[in-house]
């Protein structure tokens, strides 16, 4: 008997989950950039120094949603060759990366800034803080409601997500911090909610961080369990074994399964290898796999790595 192989695809062949969303992502870089220019006018013109930090903390945010909408573009746009045969999809991932990066800056800085203010904070206008904070609030709950279901399916979406989610926040501390200098004159309510700020979004800027490198670093994807994956294909009707398999995530949606099955004598290839894409798909969710199928009597080169 001599050996076969086989590939399964999704539906949505090439079509990343971040793709699906790319419109959404440059609506929510839209919002951004109104809310970046009407709160850097005011602060400008009122010399508010909250309002100023807020906007450089929403110019990062659109920075950070502007790269991963235009990393989606960039791997949508790839062509596929003999050089790069699973195209430029890696770089949703490697923006992903880069916006945990900045987001853990973004609110490293505002701690510090916070830290900083608690010896002299400074006089912060109340009235005005308030007005463009509900602006802002605005702006972003719309690009927040926007990404929502996105972030749900990308991990691309979902580091642009946590961007606009940090941004909102921003807006309700800063609007907060604005009522409470109004009504009660506190000065220290802008370090304080600052504070807030940056440790609410520190361990979710850690998570996605710690995301992108299991990507990166092509471990199988969160919620896959390769030994039990292993024993599903091996309980098949006429499979005896499954070695070398493996299993990683190209960008988000894209899940990826190569593996080799040998089997007994006489059984029908086709058969098994039709068996094998429907568990992983059913069961798995796992459309794009690449199976060999092995006879008993057929010695399996060893991999030496």
């Known amino acids: 008997m001599g050996q076969g192989h086989g590939h399964g695809m999704t539906v949505e062949q090439g079509v990343s989950a971040g793709g699906r969303h790319l419109r959404r992502l440059w609506t929510a870089v839209a919002l951004g950039a109104v809310t970046f220019a009407v709160q850097l006018s005011a602060g400008l013109a009122t010399s508010s120094l909250a309002l100023l930090a807020d906007s450089a903390h929403v110019f990062t945010d659109i920075f950070g949603v ?8 960039v791997a949508r746009g790839a062509s596929v060759g003999p050089g790069r045969t699973f195209g430029l999809y890696r770089s949703e991932v490697l923006a992903a990366l880069v916006n945990a990066v900045l987001l853990f800056g973004v609110a490293g800085w505002v701690v510090y800034e916070a830290v900083v203010r608690f010896g002299a904070p400074p006089e912060v206008p109340g009235w005005p803080v308030t007005v463009v904070a509900v602006v802002g609030l605005g702006m972003n709950l719309g ?17 642009a997500y946590l961007e606009v989610m940090a941004d909102m926040i921003g807006s309700v501390g800063v609007l907060v911090s604005g ?48 030994g039990e994956m292993t024993d599903d294909l091996a309980g098949l009707p006429g499979v005896c074994e499954v070695h070398d398999l493996h299993v990683w995530t190209l960008t988000s949606g894209m899940e990826v399964v190569s593996a080799h099955l040998t089997i007994s004598d006489g059984v029908d290839q086709q058969a098994v290898l039709v068996a094998a894409r429907g568990l992983l798909a059913e069961d798995y969710r796992i459309g794009h796999c690449t199976l060999q199928i092995e006879a008993t009597n057929v010695q399996c080169t060893d991999v030496t790595w």
């Open 66 to 73: 502007a790269l991963a909408a235009v990393a989606i573009t």
């Open 143 to 159: 690009s927040f409601l926007l990404l929502r279901d996105g972030a749900k399916e990308s991990l691309n979406v979902r580091g």
């Open 179 to 226: 009522l409470v200098t109004v009504v009660f004159g506190w000065r220290y309510a802008d370090p304080v909610i600052g504070v807030g700020i940056g440790l609410f979004v520190l361990p979710r800027a850690w998570r996605l961080g710690r995301s992108a490198l299991r990507i990166l670093f092509q471990h199988a994807p969160e919620g896959v369990d390769v």
